[in-house]
């Protein structure tokens, strides 16, 4: 184990450690699907909540955050319903959080329904990528390795290549080299996965250099949030990766894009992919 000054773990080992934790863990629920899938969506959707709450109003966990919670789970349920009225509803939980907050007066109000926005669009687009079938879950799978083939990629890419900063304002550690390092990586594991499961290899390479590309955009922009509000993590509750939304902020930012694609044209696998329904 690669220790520090003290002999504490260093920020990379926790970083490993941790991930031999959760990587497991989340394939296991993905695996399950279903209402095992459902409920650990809404748990981190109510703690990336909290996350968002704190560091966006710099108040407390409390009252009025509880009662958005609460309303950012019924839009959920009613996202994966997939129903004709699951918009409205989902519209009216909004409305009801707007009210409550002008009546609460909380600060913040637009930086709030926007992260209720991307929070439950992310956790319903889980459940709706995940749907019922070997297929669905194969390209949960793969979506998943995606982003962690970036995130992995992007790290010893731009240690090891250097250059100019990505966005020297919102996160001067990214580097083009470790981006474009981090795409190519991923887009090979696209060329790779057409050989394993069929589907036109170049669709699979562009889909995949997608997610990276996508992925890294919702890591810039969460870097970017948390400068805006003069913070370093989001929270603390994962070793060595700070919160849960900076553990999940690239992975997110894939499901609400990949979400939106399957709820308006839900046979893109199977005409895009050459996957099974």
Same mark, same amino acid.
């Given at each position: 184990?690669?220790?520090?000054?003290?002999?504490?773990?260093?920020?990379?080992?926790?970083?490993?450690?941790?991930?031999?934790?959760?990587?497991?863990?989340?394939?296991?629920?993905?695996?399950?699907?279903?209402?095992?899938?459902?409920?650990?969506?809404?748990?981190?959707?109510?703690?990336?909540?909290?996350?968002?709450?704190?560091?966006?109003?710099?108040?407390?966990?409390?009252?009025?955050?509880?009662?958005?919670?609460?309303?950012? /789970?019924?839009?959920?349920?009613?996202?994966?319903?997939?129903?004709?009225?699951?918009?409205?509803?989902?519209?009216?939980?909004?409305?009801?959080?707007?009210?409550?907050?002008?009546?609460?007066?909380?600060?913040?109000?637009?930086?709030?329904?926007?992260?209720?926005?991307?929070?439950?669009?992310?956790?319903?687009?889980?459940?709706?990528?995940?749907?019922?079938?070997?297929?669905?879950?194969?390209?949960?799978?793969?979506?998943?390795?995606?982003?962690?083939?970036?995130?992995?990629?992007?790290?010893?890419?731009?240690?090891?290549?250097?250059?100019?900063?990505?966005?020297?304002? /919102?996160?001067?550690?990214?580097?083009?080299?470790?981006?474009?390092?981090?795409?190519?990586?991923?887009?090979?594991?696209?060329?790779?996965?057409?050989?394993?499961?069929?589907?036109?290899?170049?669709?699979?390479?562009?889909?995949?250099?997608?997610?990276?590309?996508?992925?890294?955009?919702?890591?810039?922009?969460?870097?970017?949030?948390?400068?805006?509000?003069?913070?370093?993590?989001? /929270?603390?509750?994962?070793?060595?990766?700070?919160?849960?939304?900076?553990?999940?902020?690239?992975?997110?930012?894939?499901?609400?894009?990949? /979400?939106?694609?399957?709820?308006?044209?839900?046979?893109?696998?199977?005409?895009?992919?050459?996957?099974?329904?």
């Amino acid at each position: 184990m690669m220790v520090g000054i003290k002999g504490a773990p260093d920020q990379l080992s926790l970083r490993v450690i941790s991930a031999l934790v959760m990587i497991p863990a989340g394939l296991g629920v993905v695996w399950a699907g279903g209402a095992v899938l459902l409920l650990a969506g809404l748990v981190c959707g109510a703690v990336m909540w909290s996350e968002f709450f704190t560091v966006t109003t710099k108040q407390k966990f409390n009252a009025v955050s509880v009662i958005l919670a609460g309303l950012m /789970g019924v839009g959920i349920f009613a996202l994966t319903w997939q129903d004709q009225l699951a918009g409205l509803i989902f519209a009216g939980c909004l409305a009801v959080a707007a009210v409550c907050l002008l009546v609460t007066k909380t600060p913040k109000l637009a930086w709030l329904l926007g992260g209720m926005l991307a929070i439950s669009v992310a956790v319903s687009s889980l459940i709706l990528l995940r749907g019922t079938s070997a297929d669905r879950l194969i390209l949960t799978f793969i979506v998943m390795t995606g982003v962690w083939v970036t995130d992995i990629a992007a790290y010893f890419a731009g240690r090891g290549f250097g250059g100019p900063q990505l966005s020297p304002r /919102g996160s001067p550690n990214k580097t083009w080299s470790g981006a474009a390092g981090a795409m190519i990586c991923t887009a090979l594991v696209g060329a790779f996965v057409a050989g394993l499961v069929g589907g036109p290899i170049l669709n699979w390479v562009l889909f995949m250099a997608a997610v990276s590309i996508v992925g890294q955009a919702g890591d810039l922009t969460q870097s970017l949030w948390k400068r805006r509000f003069g913070v370093k993590d989001s /929270g603390s509750i994962i070793p060595g990766h700070g919160g849960v939304l900076d553990r999940l902020d690239s992975f997110s930012s894939v499901l609400i894009i990949l /979400g939106l694609i399957l709820y308006f044209s839900p046979r893109f696998p199977v005409l895009y992919l050459g996957m099974g329904a």
